[in-house]
């Protein structure tokens, strides 16, 4: 009888701690694996020289990812460009591509964050390039990074017309520069 309990008890106390494995494990899927990438990337980088020193330091944001857990990315699109709808896929696929690709060694917490947060993206319209530079300042002003698309005007329109933003951060300081926005 006393070597059932001590039987069963091990089986319950094994439950329990397989539950909560996989609680953890569902809840923060990549952060050990991203972790150590991140890590060793920072390491190749530094032996690299400081070439490109203000692109590698850590933004502000990367401290934002560890204590606020809602991320999201707003694509801003310029309305008065009249883009067809296929423009307007490329122009924020270019737009998601560029922040990421910016923020991939500046701010790996804040992209795996919003990576954690089902990859977040709103889409909204503004009126003219000086609204978006405007927007862009603002987001600078408190340190959300952005990423504006400047096309090469190979199809519908102008080149170096600037035609989408990226704003990627937590999602009410991202509120606080887009949320008077009209959703597309």
């Known amino acids: ?4 309990l001590t ?8 439950a329990g701690c397989l539950a909560l494995g996989y609680y953890f494990g569902a809840r923060h899927p990549a952060r ?9 990337a920072h390491a190749s980088s530094s032996n690299n020289g400081s070439k490109k020193k203000n692109s590698q330091a850590a933004l ?9 857990e809602d991320f ?18 490329a122009q924020c696929s270019h737009a998601t591509l560029g922040l990421y690709k910016k923020l991939h060694s500046r701010a790996p917490k804040a992209l795996n964050r919003w990576e954690m947060c089902g990859q977040v993206k709103v889409v909204v ?7 978006m530079l405007a927007l862009q300042g603002r987001a600078k002003s ?19 017309s600037r035609t989408v933003m990226a704003v990627l ?4 300081m991202v509120d606080d520069v887009t949320g008077g926005l009209k959703l597309l």
């Open 169 to 172: 951060g937590p999602a009410d």
């Open 32 to 40: 050990l694996l991203i972790s150590s990438a991140t890590s060793k």
């Open 125 to 131: 319209k503004i009126d003219s390039e000086e609204e």
């Open 1 to 4: 009888m006393m070597m059932a």
């Open 72 to 89: 999201k990315m707003v694509l801003v699109v310029r309305n008065d460009l009249k883009m067809g709808k296929g423009k307007i896929a």
């Open 60 to 68: 502000e944001i990367e401290k934002l990812a560890d204590i606020l």
């Open 7 to 14: 039987w069963l008890s091990a089986i319950l106390v094994g």
């Open 142 to 160: 408190i340190h959300i990074p952005t990423h504006i698309v400047i096309d090469a005007g190979r199809t519908q329109i102008a080149p170096n």
